[in-house]
């Protein structure tokens, strides 16, 4: 995580830059420091023991079956793999530049709930293109590991001790990024001199 910290910007505005997996082969995608809820598939998954617990439907397995598969072949796989996120990467850089003067608008009009709703549909897009992304590199990535196409395999259904570690885990690293978040804006509001000590 990348925490992109601007005094002069309101600090519902403030950034993190969040990478799933080892930046070398995964993107760094921005979500605003005060968003209200992340997509699912940022929330699913089981630990993290070995590749057999790799699960579609999260996004953290996706990104890191990407790392994995790169790594079988790092001079091939590795640059194909930044061309896609590059690209990804620019793009929200350029969409960053235009919300942001969009939100500064609503937040100095005081307009807040129309910006949170802004914040929240435009991190939603960014994590869920990011994680699309990713299933369709898996899925070729893997095609060229096996030369071809793989067969959807069928999991076992979770049993409730499972379940209930995973939502243990997930929520634990939701609090962690909401407790990193609030200090940041905590030091924002000190240096643009909100707080007095």
Known sequence: MVAHLMPETPSEMQVMWYCMSS????????VFANVSAVPVPYLTGEGPED???????????AFKRIQ?????????RHAEAREVWDG??????S??????????SLFLAGEVEEARRMMDSFVEGKL????????????????AES????????????????RDGEVILYAGVF???ALVAGVLLLFVKRESGGLRA
Not at 95 to 104: A, F, N, P, S, Y
Not at 133 to 139: D, I, K
């Open 95 to 104: 969409d960053m530049d235009r919300i942001e003067g969009e939100l500064r």
């Open 23 to 30: 930046p070398c082969a995964g993107v760094f995608t921005p």
């Open 51 to 61: 590749i057999s617990n790799y699960n579609e439907e999260s996004a953290w397995w």
């Open 128 to 143: 869920l293109e990011a994680y699309e992304l990713a299933l369709r590199m898996v899925e070729e990535l893997s095609g």
């Open 68 to 76: 994995l598969l790169i790594d079988e072949d790092y001079d091939e």
């Open 147 to 162: 030369g071809v196409e793989e067969e959807p395999s069928e999991s076992l259904p979770e049993d409730d001790d499972e």
């Open 175 to 177: 609090l962690f990024m």
């Open 88 to 93: 990804l990467y620019n793009g929200s850089i």
